[in-house]
């Protein structure tokens, strides 16, 4: 059976930068239809991505902290890891948010058609699905998002071989397991296996574990997960995976790869995500793609076909989902007639690991090579009568100035719950404050975040008299 829509906007895909994109497209008063190939929205995050993970991270938080109160007076026993109820309680996680974006879809008559989407047109989408639909739109927004990236000479078809969404569904706990890549989303899953009991191995192309952070941040976070890790190999590459029936056998190469093939019972493969931009007949609507994939946007969302936009994952780096969805509200704004921009200074990236390790705005790498006169303060958490009282000593809040103005124009934090400091530290970079302003702001005692006035207040030009 085929059907047809018309419809003012039609948003091809349903993860954190589609829906929000529709619900705001139907807050401003448009006829919406979103299509999703999967029966549930909320796309990777929601489904395979940021929500099972912290989930997982969650459980994996409580296991490894009850391992150390030992010291402190208080002794747990064994965890007893039951892999069906844990899988239960991230489904459940899930469900209550995708169950939740059911409701307010239809709470905003936005229609969902499920199928795969593909352009026919520039006006025009087919989707395949239970039955065919036609969908006739003005304007569309293109939220397709990325999938894993898969190396030709790795046996993905192996059930020992995982990428993120076959590791968050917890198949098994492996004895032994490899994270091919050390970054965050690979040192996620790594924490999870290992607080269920696995013994890790990493491996990284690079010389450092989340090699997007400056070094001083992954220095402290190496040295903290060191315990979990057989080996951490660093500058060494992969070259060989084979599926025998006794393990997975891995090939390395490099400065610190082992002399012979190492047998493992899983392998987390976790490279890079790649665009899904190649896939859904962007040629016919006119809509340019580049040869990664990626589609072209100018700074309003809008791509080389007028009337279509794009946001999220498809569109390019940072693939984070807070970048998704404001980039989704701003293409929904645009069609329904204002002129919004998708301009921020700063998206703030974190590590959901423990410690964790997060950084906004300029590093310090970034700011040698553009040549900025900075200068960088650090507050150490051994330090903090909050890191002290909760074991986080090993962490510090890092902010850089701009020499020119004092102005703050990157920060970074590593510790157990760094990730909540990154909203100060964003909304204080996106509002243009200086040192002053921060070192100046009274925060609560005691806290992790009084480390970032203290950091301030650290910075030369922090105090300056009145005229
Ligand atoms: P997606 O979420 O990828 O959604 C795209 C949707 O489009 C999907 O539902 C897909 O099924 C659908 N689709 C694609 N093609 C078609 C088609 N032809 N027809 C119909 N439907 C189609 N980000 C964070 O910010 N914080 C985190 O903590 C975090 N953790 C992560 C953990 C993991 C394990 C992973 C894998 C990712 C994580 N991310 C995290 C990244 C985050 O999930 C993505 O950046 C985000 O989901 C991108 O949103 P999006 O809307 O662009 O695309």
Known sequence: MSNEIKTQVVVLGAGPGGYSAAFRAADLGLDVVMIERYSTLGGVCLNVGCIPSKALLHLAKHIEDSKHMGDHGVTFGEPKIDLDKIRAHKEKVVGQLTGGLDQMAKMRKVKVVTGKGEFTGANEIKVSGDEETTIKFEHAIIAAGSQPVELPFIPHDDERVWDSTSALELPFIPKKMLLLGGGIIGLEMGMVYSALGAKLDVVEFMDQLIPAADKDLAKVFTKEIKPKFDNIMLETKVTKVEAKKDGIHVTFEGKNAPDKPVKYDAVLV?????????????????????????????????????????????????????????????????????????????????????????????????????????EAVTFPWSASGRAIASDSTSGFTKLIFDKENDRLIGGAVVGSHGGELMGEICLAIEMGSDAEDIALTVHAHPTLHESVGLAAEMYEGSITDLP
């Not at 007949?281 to 969302?301: H, P, R």
């Not at 279509?308 to 940072?318: S, Y």
């Not at 704004?333 to 998206?347: D, L, M, S």
């Open 270 to 374: 976790a490279v890079g995500r790649t665009p899904n931009g190649n896939k859904i007949g962007a040629d016919k609507a006119g809509v340019e793609v580049d040869d990664k994939g990626f589609i072209k946007t100018d700074n309003q969302l809008r791509t080389s076909a007028d009337n279509i936009f794009a946001i999220g994952d498809i569109i390019g780096q940072p693939m984070l989902a807070h970048k998704a969805t404001h980039e989704g509200h701003v293409a929904a704004e645009n069609i329904a007639g204002k002129k919004h921009f998708f301009e921020p200074k700063v998206i703030p990236s974190i590590a959901y690991t423990d410690p964790e390790v997060c950084w906004a705005g300029v590093t310090e790498k970034e700011a040698k090579e553009q040549g900025i006169k900075y």
